[in-house]
């Protein structure tokens, strides 16, 4: 059973950083694009950024463009979003997910993760 494990998010200060990670277990890893998403409370969910199974490619949502990097270790199978730059209304549970396919512009993931909590305080 494919399996996608979120950890690192947690409390930080507007200003600050956190680096999730996405480890996947029972997932051919290096043939998925892998992506993270996240959903603020009362909104729906919303794209936040995608790596191919390479990693040489990368697509970013335009709020979080310039302060988050996503990354890979297919050796690893994790994913991992560093989050600099935080503001508060980055606050939201973030999943990380996993397609068939080579783009990194769509959006039909087929695994997600359970979500991991940031909070950003003001």
């Known amino acids: 059973q494919v399996q996608l494990v979120e950890s690192g998010g947690g409390l930080v200060q507007a200003g600050g950083s956190l680096r999730l990670s996405c480890a996947a277990s029972?997932?051919?890893?290096?043939?998925?694009?892998m992506g993270w998403f996240r959903q603020a409370s009362g909104k729906e969910r919303e794209f936040v950024a995608a790596?191919?199974?390479?990693?040489?490619?990368?697509y970013y949502s335009d709020s979080v463009k310039g302060r988050f990097t996503i990354a890979r270790d297919n050796a690893k199978s994790t994913v991992y979003l560093q989050m600099n730059s935080l503001k508060p209304e980055d606050r939201a549970v973030y999943y990380c997910?996993?397609?068939?396919?080579?783009?990194?512009?769509?959006?039909?993931?087929?695994?997600w993760g359970q979500g991991t909590q940031v909070t950003v305080s003001s």
């Open positions: 029972e997932l051919p890893f290096s043939i998925y694009v």
């Open positions: 790596i191919s199974r390479s990693g040489d490619t990368t």
């Open positions: 997910a996993a397609k068939f396919g080579a783009s990194v512009r769509q959006y039909d993931y087929r695994y």
